[in-house]
């Protein structure tokens, strides 16, 4: 319909009729629902969706823990806010933690520095000091900095498993899979065992046993014969006891059986006379 009317005043007259009419039927549907008023503006409490959209990113992983959250995670440290301003002992005032002016910074500004009783008095205590505090500075830096090395690796050893997850997801194993511009060949874990082919030539395998054994007949290989004759010997033994015991088995079970039978043909017979009484015997 919008198209037999061209481009014109009366076309745009009814898209804009169009257009209020549907708004003002979205505006009637959400009053409908149940309101609320907070701060007197009135709310419509919307209904829970119905349609599940699939998510455009993955879901984020946790965060890698520093060695310090981890170590404070198992003893169960837990953070505590300290206070911005704490108490100068010299200047006998409060005073920032941190920063410029901070809580102890005269003490670090003096240019005099007490030597102990027992100290060497031509050692250079204040380049000391300094010395310290600046390796501080260092130590805390390369911890950082280590933090920041272990959670990209960890992010890189996750890529790199869900590349070879995705190769290895087709058909093929990942056989034809075309491969990323630099991209590394991936290296198969565990102990993987090479077994030698069951069909064709066998002059392999032939030679591998002429050599096995030419070097047992050499004596450069040391076999226990005492022990491989009382390791054969035992399990002949064991094999004879087993055949012994299944023949009993078999045995018992046919005498078992032989003797229900009978008890139970002598109790026919007892049931089946007058009185239940069995028949004297002769003698």
């Known amino acids: 319909r919008v198209r037999e009317m061209g481009t014109g005043k009366e076309r745009s007259k009814f898209l804009k009729d169009l257009t209020r009419d549907n708004t003002q039927l979205l505006f009637n549907a959400i009053f409908n629902l149940p309101t609320t008023v907070v701060e007197r503006s009135v709310c419509v409490n919307l209904p829970r969706p119905t349609t599940r959209l699939p998510r455009e990113k993955k879901i984020p992983v946790d965060k890698t823990l520093t060695k310090w959250e981890a170590f404070a995670k198992k003893k169960g440290i837990q953070k505590k806010k300290r206070a911005r301003m704490v108490y ?3 200047a006998k005032e409060y005073r920032p933690r941190f ?10 500004q003096n240019w005099v520095v007490e030597v102990p009783a027992n100290g060497d008095p031509y050692k250079d ?12 500075v260092a130590k805390n830096e390369l911890k950082r900095l280590q933090n920041v090395s272990k959670a990209v690796k960890g992010q890189s050893e996750d890529i790199s498993r869900h590349v070879k997850q995705v190769h290895k997801s087709t058909a093929s ?12 060949k991936a290296k198969e874990k565990g102990k993987t065992r090479k077994f030698a082919p069951v069909t064709g030539d066998s002059t392999g395998e032939k030679e591998k046993s002429l050599a096995l054994i030419s070097k047992i007949a050499s004596g450069t290989v040391s076999v226990n014969k005492e022990k491989a004759a009382n390791k ?18 078999k045995r018992r079970s046919k005498m078992g ?17 007058p009185g239940g009484k069995s028949k004297p015997s002769r003698g």
Do not use: C, M, P
């Open 88 to 90: 100068d002992e010299v």
């Open 257 to 273: 059986i032989k003797a229900q039978s009978n008890h139970f043909d002598k109790k026919k017979r007892q049931v089946s006379r």
């Open 232 to 249: 054969e010997l035992g399990a002949t033994i064991k094999r004879k006891r087993e055949e012994e015991d299944s023949k009993k088995s």
């Open 99 to 108: 920063g410029y002016n901070k809580a102890g910074s005269d003490k670090e």
């Open 125 to 136: 205590w204040l380049g000391e000091k300094e010395d310290k505090k600046k390796e501080n």
């Open 173 to 184: 194993l990942g056989k034809f899979q075309e491969k990323v511009k630099n991209e590394k």
